[in-house]
């Protein structure tokens, strides 16, 4: 599994890219957000309206501080997003101690989001807190990002809870480019892995019957999202030096490939005959409309045979890039 990762950072190596925060993505909830670095990510199954919860650690992560916002997901059919401001106001402004600092709204994808900065004191609770709010509105659901700090570190983070919220995509607009991929029949895959770490999206498969421990095929799907590779030859050279790093015997032959502005692709295997631990791969990486995927399957042999790279080298080629 350390080659994987080695791949990837080879890859990003030459992949211009520029991001503050690290991407999260949940799928059944349709929602993508930015989670600055340092922070901790945890889910609550007690409050089902409460899909995120997200906490800064301190320094040591012995601790965690003030600073935290979480994310509501909340049935609201045939409404809109100023219908749900209203409301919301509404019932934060019975809280006696309730202020409203400054609002404002972001227009992104030709859809509005309405924000709120405000400073309120909860019951029990001797601080004043403030919070930035971010509210949005899609597929018949309100979604709701709140951010919140003591109101004396208010100044300090503000900037940030605005950058969160900025990022913060709902809907159709948290779709993200991927490969899709049609696994051949005759063996059951499970994803064992679908993580997105800043702009590094992996996804692993292996047959039902093994393990990340002990397998003999492994199937990875990677997407460097927002990233444009202007010369395919540039990703068949990360990818061998990475095998290279790896095994020293690895070798590297090109089956084909095209390096032009409307298309770019390549198909290419690293075997390593005479390694002590064998592992080849077939790869096939193709630069997206936005952004750049790299596919691989990895067998635990010396050599790949000519049927296996038959197969999926017509798996590989009639993958699409689609939008999830």
Not at 95 to 120: A, C, Q, T
Not at 162 to 189: C, D, M, N, Y
Not at 211 to 219: A, D, I, N
Request: glycine share 4%; hydrophobic share 40%.
């Amino acid at each position: 599994m350390k080659y994987v990762l080695l791949c990837a950072f080879m890859l990003l190596s030459f992949i211009a890219r520029s991001q503050q925060l690290l991407s999260y993505r949940d799928t059944a909830n349709h929602f993508s957000v930015g989670i600055p670095a340092g922070w901790q990510v945890t889910k609550s199954k007690q409050i089902p309206a409460l899909k995120l919860m997200a906490r800064r650690l301190s320094a040591d992560s012995s601790r965690f501080e003030p600073e935290n916002f979480n994310i509501n997901v909340i049935d609201e059919p045939r409404s809109n997003v100023d219908a749900v401001t209203k409301k919301l106001l509404y019932y934060i402004s019975r809280n006696p101690y309730f202020k409203l600092v400054d609002s404002g709204s972001i227009v992104r994808n030709g859809k509005r989001m309405i924000w709120l900065d405000e400073i309120h004191v909860e019951e029990n609770r001797p601080d004043t807190f403030f919070a930035s709010i971010f509210i949005d509105y899609s597929d018949n659901k309100t979604y709701l990002l709140t951010a919140t700090t003591v109101l004396p570190f208010s100044a300090a983070y503000t900037p940030l809870f605005h950058q969160v919220g900025t990022s913060f995509l709902t809907g159709k607009a948290a779709r993200k480019e991927r490969l899709k991929i049609t696994l051949p029949a005759g063996v059951k895959w499970v994803l064992i892995t679908d993580t997105e770490v800043d702009n590094l999206a992996t996804r692993q498969f292996l047959p039902a019957d093994e393990t990340p421990q002990q397998w003999t095929l492994l199937l990875n799907n990677m997407t460097m999202e927002n990233a444009r590779v202007n010369n395919i030859d540039l990703a068949v050279k990360s990818f061998s030096e990475a095998a290279a790093k790896n095994a020293s015997q690895a070798k590297t032959t090109l089956l084909g490939k095209e390096n032009n502005p409307q298309r770019r692709w390549a198909l290419f295997k690293v075997e390593t005959p005479g390694a002590g631990n064998p592992e080849s791969q077939l790869y096939y990486v193709i630069q997206g409309p936005k952004s750049f995927h790299a596919v691989f399957i990895a067998q635990k042999t010396e050599t790949l045979p000519a049927g296996f790279i038959s197969k999926w080298s017509t798996v590989f080629k009639t993958s699409k890039v689609v939008y999830e």
